[in-house]
């Protein structure tokens, strides 16, 4: 098995990789917590492709790393790539997104995406490998369910009457940006020449 170096210190992110590439014939492993990137690009797949890069070059190894987030139409787009950093907590998240659509009360008016980017890169840094997956849906007024993370609570999907937050991990992972994102990695894997 070749290793594959997960560009995040976040032995969460390594376990829901793993989970998505658990059919792959790739080893995943965190990156070293003193190996930092700076996320200095203007989009999902650019943060994904640069941090996937400077991991590999830097351990001479393979890597891969994502990026993802959620946009909201009536904010143009926002929070966008700064959805970690849209405030410094869940809830303070949460409300401030909630705040900001308080003229927007139609759900109509509060469509909404999550993205999410993945990319692999060579040990040398060039990019072998790249995906992007979106999950459409809208912005409730106040949050519902109690799983996920994040903006996860305030996430509807009208096709299955719920929010990220009330699904199982398997219904949200079938429908999710992530789970497009990472179904699409997979299959390019699969086809690398190691």
């Known amino acids: 098995m070749t290793k594959l170096?997960?560009?995040?210190?976040?032995?969460?992110?390594?376990?829901?990789?793993?989970?998505y590439l658990s059919e792959s014939e790739w080893?995943?492993?965190?990156?070293?917590?003193?190996?930092?990137?700076?996320?200095?690009?203007?989009?999902?797949?650019?943060?994904?492709?640069l941090k996937a890069a400077?991991?590999?070059?830097?351990?001479?190894?393979?890597?891969?790393?994502?990026?993802?987030?959620?946009?909201?139409?009536?904010?143009?787009g926002a929070p966008g790539i700064f959805s970690a950093r849209y405030a410094s907590s869940d809830k303070e998240r949460i409300d401030r997104i909630l705040h900001e659509l308080s003229d927007f009360p139609d759900s109509s008016q509060r469509q909404a995406?999550?993205?999410?980017?993945?990319?692999?890169a060579r040990p040398d840094g060039s990019i072998a490998a790249r995906a992007e997956g979106i999950c459409r849906g809208e912005i409730l007024t106040?949050?519902?369910?109690?799983?996920?993370?994040?903006?996860?609570?305030?996430?509807?999907?009208?096709?299955?009457?719920?929010?990220?937050?009330?699904?199982s991990k398997e219904a949200k992972r079938s429908i999710s940006h992530r789970g497009k994102a990472f179904a699409t990695i997979s299959a390019q894997l699969a086809a690398i020449k190691q």
């Open 142 to 167: 106040a949050p519902r369910g109690t799983d996920g993370f994040g903006y996860d609570p305030i996430f509807y999907i009208p096709t299955e009457r719920l929010t990220f937050a009330e699904m």
């Open 54 to 76: 400077e991991v590999a070059i830097a351990l001479n190894c393979w890597a891969i790393a994502d990026d993802s987030g959620l946009q909201v139409d009536a904010l143009n």
């Open 27 to 49: 080893e995943l492993s965190l990156k070293p917590a003193e190996l930092d990137v700076d996320e200095t690009e203007d989009t999902f797949i650019g943060n994904a492709c």
């Open 113 to 120: 995406q999550f993205v999410c980017a993945v990319a692999v």
């Open 5 to 19: 170096i997960v560009a995040t210190s976040n032995p969460g992110k390594l376990r829901e990789m793993q989970a």
